[in-house]
């Protein structure tokens, strides 16, 4: 069967990056024990909004904090190879699984917006996506990725940067498992995390 448009059109780009990128992964876990609880707590507040809360609007939030405070993360490397350019705003990617193919909706201003914000940009923009209906500014300008397999399970992967971005969080389903602290083992919820990043900025 033919490729989709949407494949002929990604499909080159993956392959660039893959080939012209120097990444680096790193894996880890997050605990989010906490932070599940505090979901559960707003989930009605925000179903009263029209607003589904979902763990993915509180990583991009996560990711929003960490980026002002490590701004190489949301910068990009010149053409020329000799300078970087450091970016003065906040516009985050999301990968989405659509009939036709992988598509990165951008959420516009993501560190002036709130958790329920971005909960309400990621589902009219996941929307639109499987719909065919994103325009170009909704899939342009963005300086940092995140790419969540929760739905389909595993534990980590190595997620393709998209270029010219400089790194991209790769999010995997959530799970149960005994973690030591203070003294004993106590259950604990863990959100494994895979860091994609370009060796030749961030070191």
């Known amino acids: 069967e033919p490729l989709t ?3 002929k059109i990604s499909g080159p780009r993956l392959h660039a990056s893959w080939v012209n990128v ?3 992964t790193q894996h880890d876990g997050a605990a989010i ?6 979901r559960a707590s707003l989930k009605q507040h925000a179903e009263e909004r029209g607003i589904r809360l979902t763990a993915l609007a509180f990583v991009i ?7 002002d405070e490590m701004p190489l993360f949301k910068s990009s490397l010149a053409a020329d190879g000799a300078s970087l350019v450091m970016k003065q705003y906040t516009h985050i990617g999301f990968a989405v699984d659509t009939p036709n193919g992988l ?4 959420i516009r201003d993501a560190d002036k ?5 971005i909960a309400k940009a ?3 923009l996941s929307e639109r996506a499987r719909d065919g209906k994103l325009g170009i500014d909704d899939i342009q300008g963005g300086v940092f990725s995140v790419s969540s397999l929760g739905g389909i399970g595993g534990r980590f992967f190595t997620p393709i940067i998209n270029a010219p971005e400089v790194a991209i969080l790769g999010v ?3 799970q149960w498992q005994a973690v030591y602290r203070d003294g004993g083992f106590v259950p604990r919820l863990m959100l494994p995390l895979s860091l994609s990043y370009d060796h030749r900025v961030v070191d």
């Open 172 to 174: 995997s389903r959530h």
């Open 5 to 7: 448009r949407i494949q």
């Open 22 to 24: 120097p990444d680096v």
């Open 33 to 38: 024990t906490e932070l599940e609880q505090t």
């Open 122 to 124: 990621l589902a009219t």
């Open 113 to 117: 917006k709130d958790v329920y914000e």
């Open 103 to 106: 598509v990165v909706p951008v």
């Open 61 to 67: 939030r996560a990711c929003v904090l960490l980026l």
